[in-house]
């Protein structure tokens, strides 16, 4: 069973780039999420979709975009990355929004950007 | 104050031991709680949640004191395998989008 699959796992970036990061899931989950995890803090969520054609701002929406074309697929855009967008990028989905459903997450993505 | 906050550690202790962690949240209209883990590079994995009531799993129990505003995580017979992050998940509304993730508290056990 995949469960949430991210792509890539790894990525360096210059200052400026662009880059898109893809997170699938095969459980037919109706939310999807992203957060960053930088040390110090915990996670933080970027943006989230509540169903395919939806998304939303989390807390630190600023620099990225995102869309849900399909119900399995969320991807994270950074138009023109920044140094403070270094960090570890976790996708989740869940079938509902119940507080008492279980969050699956993704395995991460490490971002490095110069 | 942060919403949710938690010792880092880390807690080094042998096998065998009995470990606890707590953590305190600030939002007292909080509903739901949480205990995840964290593998060293990997996702975070829902370990419990914690109910008024209070809530075991084999040596794991987790409790909620609402007066204080904390939770608390109690590890028995602590094993190798139990070294990891422990992440205290507050949510203060409903849906997912609630979720306050604390920065962890990270245990070490040894032989």
Partial sequence: NAG???????RVLKTG????LLCAQDMNHEYMYWYRQDPGMGLRLIHYSVGEGTTAKGEVPDGYNVSRLKKQNFLLGLE???PSQTSVYFCASS???DSNEKLFF????QLSVL | RKEVEQ????FNVPEGATVAFNCTYSNSASQSFFWYRQDCRKEPKLLMSVYSSGNEDGRFTAQLNRASQYISLLIRDS???DSATYLCVVNGGTGFQKLVFGTGT???VSP
């Fill in chain 1, 4 to 10: 949430v699959t991210q792509t890539p796992k790894f």
């Fill in chain 1, 17 to 20: 780039q662009s880059m898109t």
């Fill in chain 1, 80 to 82: 023109s990355a920044a």
């Fill in chain 1, 95 to 97: 079938l509902v929004a």
């Fill in chain 1, 106 to 109: 993704g395995s991460g993505t």
């Fill in chain 2, 7 to 10: 010792d880092p550690g880390p």
């Fill in chain 2, 79 to 81: 094993k190798l395998s």
């Fill in chain 2, 106 to 108: 990270r245990l070490l």
